[in-house]
């Protein structure tokens, strides 16, 4: 917030240069990646708009395996554009496996990309084996894209690594940013495909590469949210990313270990559980209305409820960014008073003795 | 400042719609408008892509009058997603007139838009008469759009009483918000093409409309610009639309005298000289990068160089939102020290003068 308190410069002079090549060589930090990285002034969706319409001519296939409503939403950006999508579809809670693309690439040819949300926000599934499956995506000459916009920069994903091609994140997720910014990673493969694909225009990342080469955006950029990330990449390379991801899985450890010893059914299977977003069933007779109202009147916590089919029956709590011990086992508490207001019966205290076991035996190590 | 340095909120929660409401109801009264109003999340650019591609149809013909960078970008928006850009060329620093536009559809027929930019912040000059132009357009049954991403809230836009179909504004210009968003009205004409024009995917103002009712957003909206618009138009409020024009009239007239006073050719026709943005051709001999370099590091002031083909032979001066006879007797003072700096031979304080004359003229009135 105090990084955002400073007057706007212009965004055509030199200090605001410098600030975005600061911002562009420590995204490749974070990303891990020698390719180029973007800033976008947009909401992530319109980072995904940008990653599908730069590599997409009309009629060309992208498989999107869905398992949730950001899937969805990839895939709607695929067809939305003239693509044809090649649809896996996944339980709600799970998430697609080696397996399963080398088995779609065997009944469909020429895909020319494929397509993941690594972090599946609705419903708190992480896909795992990314670089295989990059590996698998690459052995039948297709792309790899990923959207990682609600876990970049809280779980691993060494993009060059792991053979990523497109990249996109969202600022206000795990880069503790506020909303209105995306950031993409494009290397060579993606490039070659980009200058044939049919242009965009706002989302046309070749003029944003011919600007890129003067530490420029071609549109006005979003200056202050530009402050904000600078800020908040400064603050990740302090930490390190190793540590970074560990914190935010020692967290999302403790929130599962206290929703499950209260009898909470975590959604997702265990092992795709994210470690950045956490989602559970709601208890039997715990309207989902109240339950969250109360949370947030009463003790301050605010999480998010079901999206899409989910609406209703589940609620979700971030685990991202700035997040340690204290937010855990705050949340962990208001949660067990909320049951109890709520008239639900149960030993109180269970949760959070459960959820701050998980930081003591860390801290024993 | 102040109002983004707040803890971000949930953006589908009770706080952000009692935010969202308010927002559109004083955009409403900025705009003038009784139709709906949205905030994306964008650059101008973004913007002006929406406003397009919602009313457009593979091979529909756009007319738009071109005299500058943005009038260019409006016509490139027309012909990147596949409709026909009927173009009628205007002198840099002129704008269309209303002669023009009947000549216009009167050689063309079945034109779909007629698409304008208000105020071309590249020359400096604002289209006049946009009210007949609207009703030329309405006879023709052509949507009228108009792009006032620079100049809504400076200079007078009744958007009904003028009949415009689709306005765009930008936050960051004279509705004094930092860069990030992008304000759009939509009428019920307009509303009848965009239900039948192909669909968008970010900028799909269907999906806006839906999300509407509830005031909310389809995708996570940048919630820290949006919290500065709030105050923005708070302020704009305060102020009253009529005497904010006659403000922002006042201080580029007193630019204008104190330029022309030193010898400055104004770069637009007298009749289009805008009141937002004041752009001069440079003296001989004096040279854009050191002129603004030095005007920027020894009297920190901060004005725009020429774009596309005008770039080095003219500069540009915003006079937009937070204006006042204060900003623009330092900005000529300044000019005025940084000429002597470089050499140049003139009655040292004959612009200053000039520039303050008008503002002591006003207040005898």
Known sequence: MRAMAKPVINHRGPEFRELYRRILNNLKFVFETKG???????????????????????????????????????????????????????DWGSAITPAQVEDLFEKEKNIKAFAVVYNETSTGATTRNLKEIGKICHDHEALFVVDAISILGGDE??????????????????????????????????????????RSYYFDLLEYRKFLANYETPYTPAVTLFYALDEALLMMKEEGLQPRYNRH???????????????????????????????????????????????????????????????????????MGIVSQLEILTTIGAIESTLLDLGHEFEYGVGSRAARDVFARQSQR
Chains 1, 2 share one sequence.
Not at 158 to 172: K, L, M, R, T
């Open 157 to 198: 994903l060494p993009v060059d690594e792991w053979g990523v091609d497109i990249c996109v994140a969202g600022s206000q997720k795990c880069l503790m940013t506020p909303p209105g910014l995306v950031m993409l990673s494009v290397n060579e493969a993606a490039w070659k495909i980009a200058e044939t694909a049919r």
């Open 249 to 319: 899985n020692l967290c999302a450890r403790s929130l599962y270990a206290g929703l499950e010893a209260l009898g909470f059914q975590i959604f997702p299977r265990p092992e795709f559980r994210s470690q950045v977003v956490v989602a559970a069933n709601y208890l039997p007779k715990i309207d989902d209305k109240k339950f969250r109202e109360l949370l947030r009147e009463k003790y301050h916590v605010v999480v998010a409820g079901g999206m899409g089919k989910l609406k209703g029956a589940m609620f979700r709590i971030g685990v």
């Open 36 to 90: 180029d990285v973007f800033v976008l002034t947009a909401s992530g969706t319109g980072g995904v708009e940008c990653a599908i319409r730069n590599i997409l001519s009309n009629g060309d296939k992208i498989a999107v395996p869905v398992n949730g409503v950001f899937s969805e939403r990839l895939r709607n950006a695929v067809t939305a554009f003239g693509g044809k999508s090649i649809e896996t579809t996944i």
